[in-house]
């Protein structure tokens, strides 16, 4: 079998790309992209300007179509061909692509501050609220800025890889991203300020608000690490790495913190 060999920065090992990966693509460059270890890969052609998505073991390969399908959803549900987004999609028994398109814009960086990225929460809750994803039982199920595109007045959430999990809460995502953005930027040591906390509340009062699981709302780092280690597909992407599901990474000082604020919020 023909291979095109390229090294991994990142890990510094050499990786083996097959041929009928690359199909009518064999010559053209290519870029390795970092991920998390989650049996998938992602190369992305320089000249062509799209990413390719791939796999070749069974979990993978599933991951591949979680991700097609939830691109699907996402884009009916946002008034979006299919094709604004997705390139080319195959799989088969053996191994599994999808194509997408690069989509202009930024990514909110997750390690920046609760006050720096406040507005970008409201802009996705807006969003969020629009498109009536409350009304759902489906879920990205990872949603942080990581998967997350700003460009001028519109948004795009990318990396559905979790499509297929069997998540049916209410509003999950987003109660997922508001503690992301209250938890990210300080597991490197950055300081939550008063600022901080005072916005948080302010977040939290607007999930109240919307009359979701009172669990995931009064106790959402016990009850994330429950869903995730429950759900198949979550727990499968959890063992291969825990820094993938951000709860699992938090420290008890800093969730001490968060449970604090959120009780005084509760029972106000």
């Known amino acids: 079998m023909l291979h095109k060999r390229i090294s991994d920065f990142f890990n510094y090992k050499r990786v083996n790309i097959p041929f009928h990966i690359l199909d009518e693509n064999v010559d053209d460059k290519f870029d390795l992209i970092k991920t998390h270890k989650n049996n998938t890969s992602i190369i992305f052609f320089t000249k062509k300007l799209f990413y390719r998505k791939f796999s070749k073991s069974k979990k993978g390969i599933e991951k591949i179509e979680a991700e097609y399908r939830g691109l699907n959803w996402y884009c009916n549900n946002t008034k979006r061909k299919k094709s604004f987004i997705i390139k080319k999609y195959i799989k088969n028994n053996k191994f599994a692509y999808i194509d997408l398109k690069k989509i202009e814009g930024v990514k909110i960086k997750s390690w920046s501050t609760l006050s720096k990225n406040y507005l970008h929460l409201k802009k996705i809750l807006n969003h969020y609220n629009k498109h009536e994803f409350i009304n759902s039982n489906k879920v990205h199920g990872d949603l942080t800025f990581d998967n997350i595109i700003f460009s001028k007045k519109k948004i795009f959430i990318i990396d559905w890889e979790f499509f297929n999990s069997k998540i049916k809460f209410r509003g999950y995502d987003i109660v997922y991203l508001f503690l992301s953005a209250a938890c990210l930027p300080y597991v490197i040591g950055k300081k939550f300020s008063n600022k901080d906390a005072t916005l ?69």
């Open 200 to 268: 948080f509340k302010k977040l939290w009062k607007v999930l109240i608000k919307m009359n979701l699981n009172k669990k995931m709302l009064r106790s959402p780092f016990v009850f994330f690490k429950r869903i995730i280690k429950q759900d198949k597909i979550l727990n499968s992407s959890l063992k291969l790495s825990k820094s993938k599901f951000f709860p699992f990474i938090v420290n008890e000082s800093h969730k001490k913190k968060i449970m604090q604020l959120i009780n005084s919020v509760i029972n106000k």
